[in-house]
């Protein structure tokens, strides 16, 4: 496995940019079944330690939404993990690392080999568990997840609770969902404003004449800035020709999944030993009157001694980009509450 340091962060933070050539397709119900070979998710890493070499002790994954990728979250993650490491209420003998995943059709993952339809949450949630098995780690203490990142949070740990992934799989301790909608996703209850911008993309022609053409061409359209301009950076250069950093059919398949699958039922009977923190951003347009009750409900309810733990959090002054409209509202939230 090859790893490469990218650059020097402040402080004791170290960012690691890991690749690994191949990795074995995992068959649950029979073990490990190396019937062909496949590349594994990318990803990168941010460790929370004044020595990198100090193994660590504690693993959180960080999952990005629909259309982009870890590097979204680096600044974000590169926070966290001061924080974790500063915080006088962090036990000092936890050693974090953040590991930022680029899900399937998306980042550096786009493209890879084997990561096949259909493009579900249930697949892209087993991907994670391909990567932990492959890179023969421990099952990730922590899951974060932003929108469809959510909920492939939520089906990672629902899957590991009944056993999908095998016996070895172990319950993260902990989920934070992001501005996810627990439940199926009408389109009505929002401004429209991910399918236009799919079908917007669809429309497009596969060769790009450059990013500053696609930033200008979203604005004509009627897109925002700083949606505009987020949408230019998942372009990459490859041969001198500009395309895209992700698989817009596969990316449409995929939030056709985040549309329909609910989750619902696993918050209201959450498996013993979780704790799920939602958090609802206050000006996200995706939160309907219906659905806020509902997490209101939730928030009161009385857990049993066999069940895990909910909690719900909303971050004021922010939009559905939680981590770009008010990170340190977010940081506030998450530092103070995060598994120690």
């Not at 899951?143 to 319950?171: N, P, Q, R, W």
């Not at 439940?183 to 404003?193: F, L, M, Q, T, Y």
């Not at 041969?239 to 999944?257: L, R």
């Amino acid at each position: 496995m090859a790893t490469r340091i990218l650059r020097s962060p402040p402080s004791s933070l170290r960012l690691l940019r890991f690749s690994s050539p191949s990795t074995a397709i995992f068959n649950y119900n029979e073990g490990c079944v190396a019937s062909r070979f496949l590349g594994t998710l990318a990803f990168d890493e941010i460790r929370v330690s004044d020595d990198v070499k100090r193994p660590y002790t504690s693993t959180a994954l960080v999952l990005h939404g629909l259309l982009g990728s870890g590097r979204n979250w680096k600044s974000f993650a590169r926070n966290l993990a001061e924080r974790l490491r500063t915080t006088t209420t962090s036990n000092s003998s936890q050693d974090w690392r953040l590991v930022l995943v680029d899900l399937r059709n998306h980042g550096k993952s786009a493209g890879i080999i084997g990561l096949d339809a259909p493009h579900d949450m249930a697949n892209t949630a087993r991907d994670l568990a391909n990567l932990v098995n492959s890179q023969q780690w421990a099952w990730p203490d922590v899951v974060i997840g932003h929108s469809m990142g959510g909920k492939v949070a939520m089906e990672f740990a629902k899957s590991c609770s009944s056993g999908s992934y095998g016996d070895s799989a172990t319950l993260p301790k902990q989920l934070w969902v992001l501005d996810s909608i627990p439940g199926e996703v009408n389109a009505d209850d929002s401004d429209g404003e991910v399918e236009k911008v799919l079908k917007t993309l669809e429309n497009l022609p596969t060769i790009l004449p450059s990013r500053r053409w696609v930033v200008d061409h979203m604005l004509e359209l009627g897109f925002s800035k700083s949606l505009s301009e987020w949408i230019g950076s998942n372009l990459k250069n490859v041969g001198g020709q500009v395309i895209w950093t992700f698989d817009i059919q596969a990316a449409i398949s995929m939030f056709n999944s985040y549309r329909q699958t609910c989750y619902w039922s696993f918050l209201e009977n959450p498996p013993k030993g979780s704790d799920t923190a939602i958090v609802r951003a206050e000006k996200s347009d995706r939160w309907s009157p219906q659905v806020l009750q509902r997490l209101e409900n939730l928030s009161r309810k009385e857990q049993g001694s066999d069940e895990g733990k909910v909690s719900v959090h909303t971050l004021h002054n922010s939009g559905h980009w939680v981590h770009v409209d008010n990170p340190k509202g977010l940081l506030e939230i998450m530092a103070p509450n995060f598994l120690i």
